[in-house]
């Protein structure tokens, strides 16, 4: 039976058909663009409000249909509103082929000129050109929508197409560029005038008050542990790390502040209204207090000291003596917790037990109270003989030159044996994988009939999901060890072997604690036995390179160019990152 419909609901499905098409006919729709100068909050003329009100009646007037587009961190029914500085321009850089490239500094007037460009919308509607461009650049590019038939309406004026209508927007914008450039002059001529008379622009460090530029009086709850810090620092038996702990120990915390906002927080425009919060203290943020010369009455600006107004908070004498600890670069280090050792917990007797460390007659010893079964009779270790024995270990990281002459004449049919191995491998981890995947997929999909049946309970069921994620896991990441090309992985090393010629001498002056941190890097295992190196255990990547020769006994092997050394490609960067960080910060200071 066919069924007719009435005039009444023929119209309300035409209407919501109307409304449907227009939401989704986006071309033939406005967006306002409303933008709010950071360095003019004081004129309310340009204020975002009054801008879009302007441009909403604008609309209605001249039956512009506005957009209702919405974005997150965009816009809000087709209203963009942004707050910019005045004058940020970015420099303009050349390409190869004679192309000039711009970037745009607002990130809002950035993804509007995208999507007009992209023609998604009409065009596009503000107050007057000095809102929406404020420097030559952004008259530029606005002056190219234009001329690509882009529509953009100013509320305040309108722009003929003849040359005097053109003269009229280069008018406008030379006055526009010349305005903020103005405001630019005065935000820095105020900044300069008030350091000029030694005021402080800017946020006073821990241990002061912020009041004002003429008003940094001293924080009566944390000036007091600052000033400690410097004595103690002077007398040169800390190090940043342990005062740092001192320092948190006393309750003194970082300068109450908010959080950065995110990325779109800032695209949204919202106030930053976090709640401000004071962190601990490291060794960083110590630093920077013992070198801020705002402590003794003295203002950092453009890389000048100049004299300040505030009260110092102490002298100029306790202040060159922490300057001096500081280059001196001091061995000798107090421990809040405990006293510091190098090779702490870092040593082991081949019966398991650890050697622990202890100073007698100012030489530092290790002791192992062994096993009653374990066959070591010289259970005392001097430290001397320990850093021996792992810079030792350490010359013999890098390629000599025979071993790189020989992985330079294998290269060509070692990397392609490697390579076809690979791809062996890959195949066999896919099949795996799939295999992995069928059986998720099977217990997903029947875990009812399961059940029933009593084959599985639900607690089997799900040890068995997180037994094959597991597995998962584990396949890929043993698949990304292989998607870099083996001579690629094969240059890594020998780039790595390069950087780290040194790694022996630098081992060989380091400071106490850097010496730890070396041997982090490196080993995860030491132990000896009778006085002597029994066997160590090289972190993974490290090992490979000690394993293509006989390590303790020092007599050489072949050289490898297998799977050792290029198919644990991330492995291999994961275990060597931080050490060559480490060896390379140090050699190129």
């Not at 419909?5 to 409303?34: C, D, F, H, W």
């Not at 924080?219 to 600052?226: F, K, Q």
């Not at 010369?293 to 203002?299: A, M, R, S, T, V």
């Not at 069921?461 to 992985?489: G, P, Q, T």
């Amino acid at each position: 039976m066919v069924k007719f419909l009435s005039p009444l609901e023929i119209l309300i499905r035409y209407v919501i058909l109307l409304i449907s098409m227009t939401k989704t006919n986006q071309g033939n729709t406005y967006l306002i663009y409303a933008r709010k100068s950071t360095d003019d909050s004081e004129n309310q003329k340009n204020s975002i409000d009054y801008q879009v009100g302007e441009c909403l009646r604008y609309s209605k007037t001249n039956n512009l249909v506005i957009s209702d587009y919405s974005f997150e961190g965009l816009s809000n029914n087709g209203v963009i509103k942004e707050k910019h500085t005045a004058y940020k321009t970015s420099d303009i850089s050349i390409n190869k082929d004679g192309s000039f490239v711009y970037h745009i500094e607002r990130p809002k007037f950035k993804q509007l000129v995208d999507s007009l460009m992209k023609k998604e919308f009409k065009g596009v509607i503000c107050l007057c050109w000095d809102r929406i461009s404020r420097n030559d650049q952004d008259g530029i590019i606005i002056k190219n929508l234009i001329k690509n038939g882009i529509d953009v309406r100013f509320v305040q004026t309108k722009y003929e197409k003849t040359s005097s209508g053109a003269l009229h927007m280069d008018i406008d914008g030379m006055f526009a560029a010349h305005y903020s450039r103005v405001i630019s002059e005065k935000v820095k001529a105020a900044y300069s005038k008030l350091q000029s008379e030694g005021k402080c622009t800017y946020i006073a460090p821990i241990g002061y008050l912020d009041k004002g530029s003429d008003n940094k009086p001293l924080d009566l709850d944390r000036a007091h542990i600052v000033k400690q810090i410097f004595e103690m620092y002077s007398e040169g038996g800390w190090s940043l790390n342990q005062l740092a702990k001192w320092a948190n120990q006393q309750g003194l915390t970082t300068k109450p502040s908010r959080s950065k906002r995110t990325s779109q927080e800032v695209m949204s425009g919202e106030e930053n209204n976090k709640p401000k919060v004071g962190r601990p203290l490291n060794d960083k943020s110590v630093e920077l207090i013992l070198k801020n010369p705002f402590y003794i009455g003295k203002l950092k600006i453009g890389g000048q000291i100049i004299d300040g107004i505030h009260q110092p908070l102490i002298n100029v004498g306790l202040f060159n003596k922490v300057q001096e600890v500081l280059k001196s670069r001091n061995v000798k280090v107090y421990y809040v917790d405990k006293e510091f050792y190098t090779f702490r917990g870092l040593i082991t007797c081949d019966c398991g037990r650890s050697y622990s460390p202890y100073r007698k007659k100012g030489i530092v010893y290790y002791r192992c109270r062994c096993k009653t079964d374990c066959t070591s009779t010289d259970t005392n270790l001097n430290e001397s003989e320990i850093n021996r024995v792992i810079n030792d270990l350490m010359g013999q990281i890098h390629f000599n030159d025979q071993e790189l002459a020989e992985i330079e004449s294998r290269a060509k049919f070692g990397l392609q044996e490697v390579s076809d191995r690979r791809n062996t491998e890959m195949e066999t981890l896919n099949k795996q994988r799939q295999r992995l995947f069928d059986d998720l997929d099977y217990l997903q999909n029947n875990k009812i009939t399961l059940l029933r049946t009593n084959v599985y309970s639900m607690e089997k069921i799900n040890d068995e999901i997180n037994s094959l994620e597991r597995r998962l896991d584990e396949i890929e990441e043993k698949m990304k060890a292989y998607k870099e090309a083996a001579i690629d992985m094969l240059k890594y090393v020998l780039s790595f072997s390069e950087l780290v010629k040194e790694a022996k001498l630098y081992y060989e002056h380091a400071l106490d604690t850097e010496k730890r941190d070396i041997t982090l890097s490196v080993f995860s295992e030491l132990t000896f036995h009778n006085g002597s190196l029994s066997k160590f255990k090289a972190k993974e990547g490290f090992e490979a390179l000690f394993k293509r020769h006989d390590t303790i006994s020092g007599s050489r092997g072949r050289i490898r160019t297998d799977d050792q050394l290029v198919n644990s490609q991330l492995r291999y960067r994961c275990a060597t990152r931080e050490f060559t960080t480490l060896v390379y910060l140090k050699f190129s200071l």
